[in-house]
């Protein structure tokens, strides 16, 4: 039986989780999240997480799974996430993910290709190769070999063309191949993307006002704390908007006011990232959300879509924007 996974993204700041909150509530669903800083215990005020309020409301999960010393791939994510929908009864349980972690979405949609374990004798013998010969070199071996790979790689990613030329020789096949194979054999999923879309300038401001409340919450007690403790943080914990930032106040080499200004252009940076990923899927919904406006109205618009493609086959495309 196929299974439709409803996604409702946006940038940072859009909203989406209010918005993503007021729907599950009227169809009494559970939320899925799909933001990578939701996952670590402790990381409250700077990841902007749901309330105790809204998840004793509606169910939610993949919120404080890990431990912020820890780390969580998107191929672990996609795998916990299916086993979630697995045991439920797809008749009896709504589930609505929501989140803006690109890469983590994708890896929903697309499914994560592992191939086969690393062969170190062949990425040594390939990485020198390159130094000797140039990048250019190696992505020439892979046009031969995987020319549709090799026209999605700049020659200049050099660890994803070793790997692309790894795996074709150790099964003697392109990973390209090997990929399309993956999908088709993929369990029988269909996806429907919702796209919340804000003004630049919108969104700016929401960001803007946004970090000014993260750290009068006390983002820096925050960070603080989660540095005192003797397991410290992973490097993907230390990389998260404001936590970043703040970590470099606390070392001494900012301001604080330099860390606001920094985590306001970093955050706006990543939302324009956002934005240039999710229109790279295919056949997303876009969903025109106006200044000021709060979640009831686009809420309704997201619950008459659901409706209508809980139903009939999914991902038709249908522009809002």
């Known amino acids: ?45 700077g990841t902007a997480k749901p309330s105790p309020g809204m998840r004793e409301l ?12 820890e780390s969580y791939s998107v191929g672990r994510y996609v795998d916990d996430v299916e086993s979630l929908i697995d045991i439920a009864d797809s008749k009896e349980r709504k589930f609505l993910i929501v989140g803006g972690s690109p890469l983590y979405i994708k890896g929903l949609v697309d499914g994560i290709f ?15 190769l390159a130094e000797e010969k140039g990048n250019q070199h190696v992505h020439d071996i892979l046009q031969k070999i995987d020319p549709v790979k090799a026209g999605e790689l700049h020659p200049n990613n050099l660890r994803r063309i070793i790997r692309a030329i790894e795996v074709y020789r150790i099964t003697g096949k392109p990973v390209s191949v090997l990929q399309e194979e993956y999908k088709l054999a993929r369990k ?33 007690g925050e960070v603080k704390s989660l540095l005192e403790n003797p397991e410290g943080l992973s490097k993907q914990a230390k990389q998260a908007l404001g936590y970043k930032e703040v970590i470099q106040y606390l070392d001494g080499l900012i301001t604080l006011d330099d860390a606001k200004d920094m985590v306001k252009l970093s955050t706006r940076r990543f939302a324009k990232r956002q934005m240039t990923w999710f229109r790279s899927f295919p056949d997303v919904q876009w969903l025109k959300a106006e200044e000021l406006e709060g979640p009831g109205l686009i809420s309704d618009e997201i619950i008459a879509l659901l409706d209508a493609d809980f139903t009939p086959a999914c991902r038709t495309g249908r522009n809002l924007h």
């Not at 509606?58 to 010393?69: A, E, G, L, Q, T």
């Not at 191939?115 to 390939?126: F, M, S, T």
Request: charged share 30%.
């Open 1 to 45: 039986m196929s299974i439709t996974l409803q996604i409702l993204t946006g940038p940072t700041a859009c909203d989406k989780t209010e918005i993503g909150f007021t729907v599950a509530q009227k169809i009494k669903g559970e939320i899925i999240s799909a933001d990578s800083m939701l996952f670590y215990r402790g990381m409250d005020i």
């Open 58 to 69: 509606v169910p939610h999960h993949f919120i404080d799974i890990v431990d912020p010393w």
């Open 188 to 220: 029988s999923y269909r996806f429907n993307v919702m796209c919340i879309a804000r003004e630049r300038e919108d969104i700016c401001r929401r960001i803007n006002e946004r970090v000014e409340i993260m750290f009068d919450r006390g983002l820096v």
């Open 114 to 128: 592992n191939g086969p374990e690393a062969d170190w004798n062949i990425r040594r013998e390939l990485e020198e």
